[in-house]
């Protein structure tokens, strides 16, 4: 699987997608290293197409000292830059986890909780409810 390592402070504003910025996968520690991988990005894009609407990502590339913080799990697919967490406008986590399953039916994690759905594009199948 492709990652693709980028500088916040000089390429935060570089598009990734029609509608996603390298800045919006940033770790919230305000480190200027960047990793995302360009799978994650298309299934993103496509959630974005299905639905129409926003797409806020909560929650993508973590460093690993945080995601110990948040307390995220020790693998955390967060870590690698194949990870985001996201909230859809006006949809809910278990529809926009429905889809998500559409376009990766026999790989990727998909996670549903309250307010948003964890979303991975590991190369194993993974689902569960937080």
Known sequence: MTVEVYSKSKQGKQKLSANFLVREFACKDKSDVVFVSPELVQVLQSIRDHFGK??????AYRTPP????????????????????????????????????????????????????????????ARWNG
């Not at 926003?54 to 929650?59: A, D, E, G, L, Y």
């Not at 990766?104 to 909780?113: A, E, Q, V, W």
């Open 66 to 125: 945080y995601n110990k913080k948040v307390k995220g799990t020790i693998y955390s697919q967060h870590q690698y830059g194949t990870a985001a967490d996201i909230k859809v406008t006006g949809v809910k986590p278990n529809e926009v986890a429905a889809f998500a399953n559409t376009l990766m039916p026999n790989k990727g994690g998909i996670g549903i909780y309250e307010n948003f759905t964890h979303i991975d594009v590991r190369e194993t199948k």
């Open 54 to 59: 926003t797409v806020k990502i909560n929650s």
